[in-house]
């Protein structure tokens, strides 16, 4: 059987850079873009034209730098303004894709557009007829498509089909679907959308509830072939789902059907440039690319894993661009990691001497978050005193 396809498209310079704190001024914002590139995403999209002249400048240069390999879109509302100036902004880029849309769930069409479902559907054809005088690559996003009603999304969805949307983004806005819901959604629309198969269906969910990973994979297992996604899973409020995560999941879990071109050893170094360009920080159990993604501390894992990787690790953390597992000595570690700490500073102990440092190294662990290199050689001075 083939595998699919499954394009990743970051918006980690758009709905991540949107985050209070994370804005990034116009080199760093290119420097990531081209970071994204030989990263391997297949759409990146750069910002939001409209919103400021900074935004509208970058994305003309992060169009005019990036390669043809790679769509570069811009974000508009179904406003003829914003459609206009996200085209004018993407007027440099090989590959120029428009991203537009408009609220469809109840709250969003009643509560904040106050207006009617037909008058949804209308400005949401228009715009995309609007957005395809300018380009050929138009995606529409129907905010809140997570909470909207199958039967009215998908009356919303033909529109912008037969409008010649390329692309059709179902977005879980607010992070409340259940995965077997979202996928339920995606097979919906697979079902009753005629010419769908024609265009791309992308995925692009939050993590209000932790589940955006999840719902994009039952996004893809359903029939969509784009995950719109973001380096560290940063985003509004809780976050989008996490590049690093989905991918992995793909390559680890679903290889046998699914493919990315993503390069997976630059996913670390490229967290990493993301936290320092925008200041923020990873939290220590974040999968993937967080400090303690491959850190073992307990005594029961560590003597696992010392002697066989996998038998605690799903991944090996060179495929990540991670150098190497860690061994991390807390008053839960055993003999078999202080023993392998130490020869790992150079030490080969005999039982004997493993014995008296054990129970030195348990006396500082009980006093210290955390036994280091250091330690150890102070442990092993009080060690050679003692034998001697
Ligand atoms: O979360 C969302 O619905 C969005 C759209 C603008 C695509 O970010
Ligand atoms: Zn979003």
Known sequence: MSKKQIQIFDTTLRDGEQVPGCKLAKEPKLKLAKRLEELGVDVIEAGFPISSPGDFEAVMSIGSMISQDVVVCGLSR????DIKCAAEALSTAKRPRIHTGLGTSDSHVFDKLRTTKERVIERARKSVLYAKSFVEDVEFYAEDAGRTDNVYLAQVIQAVVDAGATVLNIPDTTGYCLPSEYGEKIKYLVEHVKGIDNCTISTHCHNDLGMATANSIAGVINGATQIECTMNGIGERAGNCSLEEVVMVLKHRLSDKFVTGVNTPLLYPLSREVCEEMGVVVQANKAIVGD?????????????????????????????????????????????????????????????????????????????????????????????????
């Open 78 to 81: 179904a406003v003829e303004a």
């Open 292 to 388: 303690n993604a491959f850190a073992h501390s307990s005594g029961i894992h560590q003597d696992g894993v010392i002697k066989e990787r996998s038998t605690y690790e799903i991944i090996d953390p060179k495929e990540v661009g991670v150098n190497s597992s860690q061994i991390v000595l807390t008053a839960r570690s055993g003999r078999a990691a202080l023993a392998y700490r130490f020869k790992n500073i150079g030490h080969n102990l005999t039982k004997r001497e493993l014995d008296i440092a054990y129970s030195d190294f348990l006396t500082l662990a009980d006093q210290k978050k955390e036994v280091i290199d250091e330690d150890l050689h102070f442990i092993l001075q009080n060690l050679k005193a003692e034998v001697a």
